[in-house]
Structure formats: C-alpha cells, structure tokens
C-alpha cells in the first residue's frame, strides 16, 4: 500500500479539464517538493512536473501542478485522446530516507 | 541526446542472485545522483535505490534494504545493481533513471532507460 494516495482511475471527455489528486503527510509532501510523472502505454515514465509546478521543457502547458499543505494536485485542461495513460506523483519522504510514489492513476479518455 | 540503458536481466531462481548494469551516455555522469525504479507486472511504480553523484552516499527502500547494492563506476558511466537473496515479489522491470538536479541527490528523474525485466522463479 503506498503512503501517498492518489485516486486508481480518473476520466474526461475530450476538451474537458480534469485533476488528479495525491494526498501525503508532514514527512513526505508536507516538507518535499512534489513531481508528477507520465506513463502512456508500453513506455517507460517520463518526467512531467517537478518542483511542485514547473513543467521541464517540452511539455504543453496544460498540464499544471499545486501543492497545498500535505497533499497535491495534478490538472490536465484540454483533454486529448493521447493523454490516456497512468499518472504519479511522487515525494522524498524524510522519515523513510527515501522517495515515495503514488499507487498510479489510470485515466481514460472517453 | 541523454541515453541509459539498462542490461542484465533474466529469469533468476530464489535465493539467487543478479546484477543489473545501466550504461549512461549524453550527460557527465559523475555530476548527477542516479537510481532504480522499479514496476512488478501490471503495477505501480517502486523507488528501489539511490545513489549520490560520487557514490559517496546510497539510499534503499525498505524492501531491498540489506539485499540490494546499487553502485557506480564513473570510469565506465555505468551504473549497477547487485541483487542477492531475490524473491518472487522481486519480478519487475527494472528501470535506470537520472536524477533531475545536479550534484546531490533530489530524488526526482528526468531521464529513464527502456528498463530489463527481472523474473525471479523455480
């Protein structure tokens, strides 16, 4: 059971924004930054906010994300048919002397 | 252009053991902290190991801790993972990544390699 939670699915119609959710504690997002990573179909994960909100160069702008407290957020606006695939954040934990990922979630495009 | 890839895989027995290499080319090596990921089939993602940008320093998951060995050789921008005592529980692709930042390590990955599938079975 990971210690970061994230919802296991999420959906929208094409257009439609929609958001993600991670939600941590004192020791992992409450005092680390938060990042966001991409995983389409049969590829390997790709690096998709770090830092809580910068997006590294290359990817569109409408992928956003925020931190408030111990939990964080991921927002996807303009929804496209390729953005299904799953989605993880994931945390240095200080407690642990290590890095925590969410359990993933799998959005649907409908 | 950032490459990492990863080699070293296989179907290994219980109790055995396997190194895993990830041959870094396209960024100087010896400036970033490096590590393992880790996805069992049809799972989520698993943080294995960390390693500072001098090997000074190495970080584990509780659930490799004591059996696992990550490591590097800057002469051959190559790093390692040593494997012992493995377990079911272990089959996973195991993926290479670098860390995001310069010098010590943030414990966030910019770069991935294509990953080499551990199958730990009798």
């Known amino acids: 059971q990971s210690v970061l939670t994230q919802p296991p699915s999420a959906s929208g119609t094409p257009g439609q924004r929609v958001t993600i959710s991670c939600s941590g504690s004192?020791?992992?997002?409450?005092?680390?930054?938060v990042y966001w990573y991409q995983q389409l179909p049969g590829t390997a994960p790709k690096l998709l906010i770090y830092?809580?909100?910068q997006r590294p160069s290359g990817v569109p702008d409408r992928f956003s994300g925020s931190k408030s407290g111990t939990s964080a957020s991921l927002a996807i606006s303009g929804l496209r048919s390729e953005d299904e695939g799953d989605y993880y954040c994931?945390?240095?934990?200080?407690?642990?002397?290590?890095?925590?990922f969410g359990g993933g979630t799998k959005l649907t495009v409908l | 252009q950032v490459q990492l890839v990863e080699s070293g895989g296989g179907v290994v027995q219980p109790g055995r053991s396997l190194r895993l290499s990830c041959a870094a080319s396209?960024?100087?090596?010896?400036?970033?902290?490096m590590h393992w990921v880790r996805q069992a089939p049809g799972k989520g993602l698993e943080w294995v190991a960390g390693?500072?940008?001098?090997?000074?320093?190495?970080y584990y998951a509780g659930s490799v801790r004591g059996r696992f060995t990550i490591s590097r050789d800057k002469s051959k921008n190559t790093l390692y993972l040593q494997m012992n005592s493995l377990r079911a529980e272990d089959t996973a692709l195991y993926y290479c990544?670098?860390?995001?930042?310069?010098?010590?390590?943030?414990?966030?990955?910019?770069?991935w390699g294509q990953g080499t599938l551990v199958t730990v079975s009798s």
């Open positions: 990544a670098k860390d995001g930042h310069s010098g010590s390590l943030h414990g966030y990955f910019d770069y």
């Open positions: 396209g960024f100087t090596f010896s400036s970033y902290a």
């Open positions: 390693i500072s940008y001098d090997g000074s320093n190495q």
């Open positions: 004192s020791s992992n997002i409450g005092s680390n930054y």
């Open positions: 830092r809580n909100n």
């Open positions: 994931a945390a240095w934990d200080d407690s642990l002397s290590g890095v925590l």
